[in-house]
Nanobody, 123 residues
């Protein structure tokens, strides 16, 4: 069982930056791939980024490449999502999740989920 807690969300103006954190409870955190997803009001949850257990492999939604960066610190059992040049359309609840194996983009492959953190970007 892995418990995940996101933090770092908030209100930011367009063009600003935020760094989200995802703290994991399990000492096996370093064996899981981590993913970030988001869900805007009235929309389906969508893939944002993912990172392998070692941090050596990352994946991004095509529309977010260059603005978002995923990373992790296994010594701290924490994953991060750095978000730059934020736009109003980035407004959503952001979730982190874990899965075994390779970092993937398919939501149903992820086993454990955090409760989400709200990110609001004002224009």
């Amino acid at each position: 069982q892995v418990q995940l807690v996101e933090s770092g969300g908030g209100l930011v103006q367009a063009g600003g930056s935020l760094r989200l954190s995802c703290a994991a409870s399990s000492r096996t955190f370093s064996t899981y791939a981590m993913g970030w997803f988001r869900q805007a009001p009235g929309k389906e949850r969508e893939f944002v980024a993912a990172i392998s257990w070692s941090g050596g492999s990352t994946r991004y939604a095509d529309s977010l490449k260059g603005r978002f960066t995923v990373s992790r610190d296994n010594a701290k059992n924490t994953a991060y999502l750095q978000m730059n040049s934020l736009k109003p359309e980035d407004t959503a609840v952001y979730y982190c999740a874990t899965k075994r194996g390779l970092p993937g983009i398919v939501i149903r492959e992820y086993e454990y989920w955090g409760q989400g953190t709200q990110v609001t970007v004002s224009s």
